[in-house]
């Protein structure tokens, strides 16, 4: 023998009571265990969401910047283009307008010296029937002019 004393036997097992606090107690160390490390993780999930967030948010910012811009510029041509298009249609109304106005003018001295014309000839023919009516007492129509119609 080796020694002195014989081997002692293994202790006897712990009570069934005993067991399941002990399994309860492992379990609710492994599940603490278990919980700070998805705290943690989630942590370092949640710092580099915050990161990226930062990181987009200064960078949509400057899209956002980009992009007012791009619209503003965009925007001012349109209004120009727009001016221009109305500067444009007002001119073509104005030489319209002016167009017509010389047209009515045209028309109307055309209309004056015909209806010129046509008092000229009728002062003409009482005229000539009053030196026929004086020099006769009957009239003869047969001295008046026969005029075609005024067409306008």
Same mark, same amino acid.
Do not use: Y
């Given at each position: 023998?080796?020694?002195?004393?014989?081997?002692?036997?293994?202790?006897?097992?712990?009570?069934?009571?005993?067991?399941?606090?002990?399994?309860?107690?492992?379990?609710?160390?492994?599940?603490?265990?278990?919980?700070?490390?998805?705290?943690?993780?989630?942590?370092?999930?949640?710092?580099?969401?915050?990161?990226?967030?930062?990181?987009?948010?200064?960078?949509?910012?400057?899209?956002?910047?980009?992009?007012?811009?791009?619209? +503003? %510029? /965009? =925007?001012?041509?349109?209004?120009? *283009?727009? @001016?221009?298009?109305?500067?444009?249609?007002? #001119? &073509? !109304?104005?030489?319209?307008?002016? +167009? %017509? /106005? =010389?047209?009515?003018?045209?028309? *109307?001295? @055309?209309?004056?010296?015909?209806?010129?014309? #046509? &008092? !000229?000839?009728?002062?003409?023919?009482?005229?000539?029937?009053?030196?026929?009516?004086?020099?006769?007492?009957?009239?003869?129509?047969?001295?008046?002019?026969?005029?075609?119609?005024?067409?306008?």
């Amino acid at each position: 023998m080796n020694g002195l004393l014989p081997p002692l036997p293994p202790p006897p097992p712990p009570p069934l009571s005993q067991r399941i606090r002990a399994a309860a107690d492992v379990e609710k160390e492994r599940f603490a265990a278990s919980a700070a490390f998805e705290k943690q993780r989630s942590d370092v999930i949640v710092a580099a969401e915050r990161d990226r967030a930062a990181t987009a948010v200064a960078s949509s910012a400057a899209n956002v910047d980009c992009v007012r811009a791009a619209a +503003a %510029l /965009e =925007a001012e041509q349109r209004f120009d *283009l727009e @001016r221009h298009r109305i500067t444009a249609e007002r #001119e &073509r !109304a104005i030489a319209e307008k002016q +167009a %017509l /106005e =010389a047209a009515k003018t045209a028309e *109307l001295q @055309r209309l004056q010296a015909e209806c010129g014309e #046509e &008092r !000229a000839r009728r002062l003409e023919a009482e005229k000539q029937l009053q030196i026929v009516s004086q020099t006769s007492s009957t009239f003869s129509p047969s001295l008046l002019p026969i005029h075609p119609p005024i067409t306008i």
